[in-house]
């Protein structure tokens, strides 16, 4: 494989997109730095294809990076390739509006052929090729000028071992007849709707100090607030204001902007200052959280009793008995929610009844719940009964 000298001119790009959109896959990486900022500052992106592979400099000035954009969101022709792809799709997603389709994610897939859970990359790699990968540029400071060799080289190693495998786990998806489990997941993480974070929402991602409707609705203003305060600045979140305080000021509101001052986590220059202003503004006229917003009590599905808490118990052993069967990840099986849903007597609308999982899982998680199945010990082991008559 032919590996490129970092890119920095717009000329040399278009080429290298030019080749790579002739290729039925390219393999991508990014290199980002979000510890001081809201929004993550993209400072490097690699890609490959099987024939060649190359480090591009987002930072380098005047280069247009459209025609790789173009590539990467616009052309159905060639499927993208990612590892745990998750932030690497937010960016593009920050940068275009639109996410890389069609895509295939490595992590993913390897849940499906007995890598585990969430396998990381490097493990992955050393499973599949037999060597182990240098870490040590992992935790560099992406974003200073210039990089160096031993940097470059890093990255661009991700994508090359990322073009290595992934034919490889083609094969083995193949061979195992698992490709098509992933389709619904890989067009679930191409979601562009999973990026689209409406500040309003924000108040969903914390910790509810109470149920009082009242209370959650000044949590609700105050997070969106500081949502668009993080985004304008370009800050961090807690850069602003912690999610601790936020709560505070939920159940406790000052009544005058000069209360501020009083408030733990805030800075006394709040009783004077602009965004100390702009809080008070969004506390303005708050309305209690609406009954169709308020948070669900317990479990999320309707009827989980004590008992179907005991039989949701169960299911997640058999879950588990049939991940170590099967040799495919539990979490890609089935989730929690489903579990607990079936255990509560929903019979509709659940992945785990239809499709590969109905045929890898579900069925014998019906039958257990309806009483066709059962544990028993063998030999000090767990197994599977069947019982030949319904139970009463």
Request: hydrophobic fraction near 40%; glycine fraction near 8%.
């Amino acid at each position: 494989m032919k590996i490129h000298p970092l890119i920095t001119d717009s000329a040399t790009l278009a080429a290298l997109v030019e080749r790579l959109a002739t290729h039925d896959f390219v393999a991508v990486d990014t290199e980002f730095m979000r510890e001081s900022t809201y929004w993550p500052e993209l400072c490097l992106l690699q890609i490959a294809s099987p024939d060649e592979a190359a480090a591009i400099d987002p930072k380098a000035e005047g280069l247009d990076l459209g025609p790789l954009w173009d590539l990467l969101v616009n052309n159905e022709d060639v499927l993208k390739v990612f590892h745990a792809g998750g932030q690497d799709l937010e960016i593009v997603h920050n940068m275009t509006g639109k996410v890389p389709h069609p895509l295939f994610d490595t992590q993913i897939a390897a849940m499906a052929l007995g890598y585990g859970e969430q396998v990381g990359y490097s493990n992955l790699i050393e499973s599949m090729l037999g060597h182990a990968l240098d870490k040590g540029a992992r935790f560099t400071d992406w974003s200073r000028r210039p990089l160096d060799k031993r940097q470059i080289d890093y990255a661009i190693g991700d994508v090359t071992h990322l073009a290595t495998i992934f034919p490889r786990m083609v094969q083995k998806l193949k061979k195992t007849g698992r490709g098509i489990w992933l389709d619904e997941e890989m067009e679930r993480l191409a979601d562009p709707s999973s990026f689209a974070f409406d500040p309003q929402d924000a108040w969903k991602r914390l910790k509810l100090p109470s149920r009082n409707p009242l209370v959650l609705g000044r949590l609700k203003a105050l997070a969106a607030w500081r949502e668009k305060e993080a985004r304008g600045k370009n800050l961090p979140r807690g850069r602003i204001v912690k999610d601790d305080t936020l709560a505070d000021i939920a159940g406790h509101p000052p009544k005058t902007q000069d209360d501020l001052a009083k408030v733990r986590g805030l800075s006394a220059g709040w009783r004077n200052n602009d965004i100390g202003a702009r809080l008070m503004a969004a506390l303005a006229d708050v309305e209690p959280l609406s009954p169709e917003e308020m948070p669900e009590r317990g479990p999320s599905r309707p009827g989980l009793t004590k008992d179907g808490a005991l039989v949701a118990d169960l299911l997640k052993l058999l879950l588990k008995i049939k991940a170590k069967e099967t040799g495919v990840a539990a979490r890609l099986i089935a989730r929690t929610d489903e579990l607990e849903a079936l255990a509560a007597g929903v019979r509709k609308d659940l992945a785990i009844l239809s499709g590969w999982r109905f045929e890898e899982f579900g069925r014998d998680a019906l039958d257990l719940v309806e009483g066709r199945l059962a544990f028993a010990t063998r030999n000090g082991k767990l197994k599977m009964t069947r019982s030949l008559e319904d139970a009463e």
